[in-house]
């Protein structure tokens, strides 16, 4: 559980960083990828997509590190969120015939070490015990002590007040 959370946490800090560093300098942060924002609708889209979504990506990972019954659907979400930019990075080269940079190799290379962490943390996580279902809930003791005692005396039930017993 603490080589997932670590994990988690390490996360955190890098996708909290890069989506504030995305909220704050838009302008900055894509040139830096080679984008070039012309229009103010731009810059926010920026905002939005590469600050904002991180920044809400790494606050759910923060709140799942508190509580340990949340740290496995973190790391499937990690898992297949780094995969799928990994394969998605891969695709773009493919489809553009583009020679990796030093920044792609780098954020290629964060990307599928980030997703072999979290899928070895999740493999390396005890599987949750399963839960029995709860027992009905059984009568108290004395529970059916009257009806014993009219039987003995033969008295009528209370449902049927007409019928008495005959031996």
Do not use: C
Not at 86 to 102: E, F, K, M, S, Y
Not at 157 to 163: A, F, I, L, M, W
């Amino acid at each position: 559980m603490l080589f997932a959370r670590i994990v988690l946490l390490l996360q955190v800090v890098v996708m909290g960083g890069v989506g504030l560093a995305y909220w704050l300098r838009p302008y900055e942060m894509a040139n830096l990828n080679g984008m070039l924002l012309m229009e103010a609708v731009s810059a926010s889209n920026t905002r939005v997509y590469y600050g904002g979504l991180q920044l809400g990506l790494a606050l759910f990972l923060l709140w799942s590190t508190r509580r340990p019954e949340r740290v496995r659907s973190a790391l499937v979400l990690l898992v297949m969120m780094q995969a799928a930019l990994v394969l998605a990075r891969i695709g773009a080269l493919w489809l553009d015939g583009g020679t990796l940079r030093n920044l792609d190799i780098g954020a290629l290379s964060y990307k599928l070490l980030s997703a072999l962490l979290a899928l070895l943390a999740l493999y390396r996580l005890k599987p949750e015990p399963a839960v029995a279902p709860p027992l009905p809930a059984t009568p108290a003791p004395g529970a059916f002590d009257d009806d014993f005692e009219r039987l003995h005396r033969q008295e009528p039930s209370p449902d049927r007040p007409d019928e008495t017993r005959h031996d």
